[in-house]
């Protein structure tokens, strides 16, 4: 990694300072799954070169409760981050039909949505783009390889962790994506069972996803028949026998709208490793002796520090040497370190980039909802449900949800996210109607899945009924249900927007980006990681994959 000097000096001597200092620094803008794996990739780094590194990153929100990694349940796949933009001609057509209807994503209630400067030129964006078919499918082919890569820097980020890291992985339900390690299918041996129902021809569907998965060499997916997700999974008993009919030999056949399909998929609880991983972070980085002498972390976590513009060098405008406050106070190092890098990872704050004055593709804010429950346990299922634990994702025509379910203390823990709007730069919020309508579809569909718990959280018999509004509020009166609403920042080809980064006088030397992963943050995050910090590396990297990620993620990209 490169930077200049980009600090005033102090009055203590160079070399005394350096004794005492960590020789580099990182600065990080945004404080969600992303810049938690920069700073993790960055101290490994150190660590190998056996350098100390000082890190601080700058959190607009005041918790980190707050941040949109915290408030959704992610699957971990190598595909999810394929599926928030449409192609062109479906862009224009789903726009056209209401978020409430199948395949639909547009809102009616939002002004400012469907014809701010942001969603035009989005949209037209999108269309150009879509004229290029060959492009677009090397596009998503690298995509696919990228998120496999990601896949395997999970399980390698568990793998070399010491006791401590991997104890908290566990903690935070991390369940791996990978092939199996025994040789029958089970549950939680890097595959899953995803549901695919009251969609026609499902079966369809499953043997394309499965195309996708074995063409980057997942080899044991298989569709399941109702008896063998039961085997698996005998708490979708009450979803086989609602979708299945029984043929003329008494075996148990999926309806056609209906299927199940063992694929390779994990999960982890952000809610849980976030803040987790970050205490980690500041234990293991150590600390450092000041000019006063006092002892300092060099992890540092800053909340409520929302920025609004970067400062240069007063001569040299490739060096950025400080980042700007809502407040307008301007904070510049004390210190001067043999590099001195910025990294931006805004997240779910569209045009973040283009507003500190850097190249930014054409972007846009899709909303996305989720439903978080704690159902209490009755005392006489404790035992039976001490060991309950899934993990998958639930297709419906135009929705796929990802699930997580398990027992937390003397309570079922449900967690599901996912269904999408377009919100152009406008963010949403969990009154609107988006948010109310598709919390309500996935509190159903949770219900069809899994209607003991929901039972159980509603007093009453569930199972074939269909929720509403008023089911809803009662559980969010109870403090059963939480609900919420954020945003998906994407670019108009859906590719993470990753590595340098240029203003009007060119590249930025000590400056890069990486944003804008739609759904796929916490999936795609160590993948794009690597491929973002590989930009500044001072030797080309030999890697053929990253080099293309490189390539299609330029925050200069345009057409």
Not at 470 to 488: H, Q, S
Request: proline share 4%; hydrophobic share 35%.
């Amino acid at each position: 990694m490169f930077s200049g000097n980009t600090t005033q000096n102090t009055t203590r001597p160079i070399s005394e300072q350096m004794a005492s200092y960590p020789s580099n620094k990182l600065t990080i803008v945004g404080g969600g799954i992303i810049a938690a794996l920069e700073a993790y990739y960055a101290y490994l780094d150190a660590k190998n070169n056996n350098k100390k590194l000082r890190v601080t990153i700058h959190e607009k929100n005041t918790t980190i409760a707050e941040t949109t990694t915290s408030n959704i349940v992610p699957s971990l796949t190598p595909d999810e981050i394929l599926s928030v933009v449409p192609r062109g001609p479906a862009l224009v057509e789903k726009l056209g039909i209401l978020f409430s209807k199948p395949g639909g994503i547009r809102v009616d209630d939002v002004a400012g949505v469907n014809h701010s400067e942001v969603a035009q030129r989005f949209i037209n964006q999108v269309q150009e783009y879509s004229k290029d078919e060959v492009g677009h499918d090397a596009r998503a082919k690298t995509l696919l390889e990228l998120g496999k890569r990601s896949m395997d820097l999970w399980q390698g980020i568990y793998d070399n962790a010491d006791a401590e890291l991997k104890k908290i992985l566990e903690e935070s339900n991390f369940n791996p994506c990978r092939e199996p390690r025994s040789q029958h299918p089970m549950l939680h041996d890097g595959y899953r069972i995803d549901l695919i129902y009251n969609v026609p021809n499902a079966k369809n569907r499953a043997e394309g996803m499965k195309k996708d998965y074995e063409s980057l060499g997942y080899k044991s997916c298989k569709v399941l028949s109702p008896a063998e997700v039961q085997t698996l999974d005998p708490y979708l008993t009450d979803f086989c026998n609602k979708h299945s009919d029984t043929d003329e030999l008494g075996e148990s056949k999926w309806k056609n709208d209906t299927v199940a399909l063992y694929r390779p998929g994990g999960c982890l609880d952000t809610s849980i490793f976030l803040p987790k991983f970050y205490a980690y972070l500041k234990k293991v980085m150590g600390q450092y002796v000041n000019e006063a002498g006092k002892h300092q972390d060099c992890f540092q976590m800053r909340f409520e520090r929302n920025v609004t513009d970067v400062t240069y060098e007063e001569q040299n405008k490739s060096i950025v040497n400080g980042l700007q406050f809502f407040n307008g106070t301007v904070k510049h190092n004390k210190h001067i370190y043999n590099h001195s890098d910025y990294v931006f990872c805004p997240g779910e704050a569209v045009g973040t980039l283009e507003k500190f004055g850097f190249a930014e593709p054409a972007y846009a804010r899709f909303a996305g909802a989720s439903l978080r429950l704690n159902i209490p346990i009755p005392a006489n299922k404790l035992e039976a449900y001490s060991k309950f634990n899934h993990c998958m994702e639930v297709h419906q025509e135009g929705v796929v949800l990802a699930l997580q379910a398990r027992v937390k203390g003397n309570n079922i823990f449900i967690g599901v996210a996912g269904t999408k709007a377009f919100y152009s730069n406008i963010k949403p919020h969990k009154d609107q109607e988006f948010a109310k309508n598709r919390n309500l579809l996935q509190l159903n569909m949770i219900n069809d899945v899994l209607p003991e718990f929901i039972s159980w959280a509603l007093g009453r018999d569930t199972k074939g009924h269909k929720l509403t509004e008023t089911d809803l509020a009662i559980l969010e009166e109870k403090g059963i249900a939480i609900r919420w609403a954020g945003t998906r920042a994407v670019a108009y080809d859906g590719f993470p927007t990753l590595g340098n980064l240029y203003n009007a006088d060119g590249k930025v030397e000590n400056a890069r980006g990486t944003t804008q992963l739609g759904s796929g943050g916490v999936s795609f995050g160590p993948g794009t990681v690597l491929a973002s910090r590989s930009a500044m590396q001072e030797n080309p990297s030999e890697d053929t994959l990253v080099n293309q990620v490189l390539v299609y993620g330029s925050s200069r990209r345009k057409l």
